[in-house]
């Protein structure tokens, strides 16, 4: 299996919390390593344009003021199978419906607010990566 990358986002409920070096932690021992990382705030315009596939959806408004309401950490993930395995160690959409021990069990509020983002696919991936990263700001690992 090649190596990978995903790109991850703690939302801003989980930064609130004051939880990043626990959920890192959860990455690293599951043989993630951050490729990329940085604390910012999100424009609405480019919440928008990072979550255009739920355009037409009864929660876009509140996702997106959600997701601006505050800080978020945003990371390049590496690692063998990254995608699949970060989506595994975020747990299901519903913190009620994810495996004890996932991100999501242990500090997700509600399906909104469900501490952390996860690429779906390689191809999600590499958009995601795009719209939030340089090239020259992630670290070949
Ligand atoms: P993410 O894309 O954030 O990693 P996901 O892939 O598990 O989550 P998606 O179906 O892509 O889930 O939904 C994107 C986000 O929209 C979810 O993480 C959640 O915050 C929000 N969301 C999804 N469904 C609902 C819903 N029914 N009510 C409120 N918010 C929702
Ligand atoms: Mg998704």
New binding site residues.
């Given amino acids: 299996m090649a190596i990978e990358q995903t790109f991850s986002i703690i939302k801003p409920n989980a930064v609130k919390k004051n939880v990043l070096g626990n959920i890192v932690e959860q990455f690293e021992s599951n043989g993630l390593k951050i490729a990329a990382c940085k604390l910012s705030l999100i424009s609405k315009s480019k919440c928008e344009e990072f ?1 255009a596939e ?1 355009k037409a959806r009864p ?1 876009f408004g ?2 997106v003021a959600f997701m601006t309401s505050g800080p978020v950490l945003l990371m390049v993930l590496s690692g063998e199978n990254a995608v699949l395995k970060n989506r595994e160690i975020m747990g299901a ?1 519903d913190p009620k419906k994810a495996t004890v021990g996932t991100i999501r069990a242990k500090f997700g509020d509600s ?2 607010e ?1 501490a952390v ?2 690429s ?1 696919s390689p191809t999600s991936a590499a958009r995601e990566i795009a719209l939030f990263f340089e090239r020259n700001e992630i670290v070949n690992l």
């Fill in positions: 979550y739920h929660f509140e996702l959409t399906m909104g469900n983002h996860g779906d």
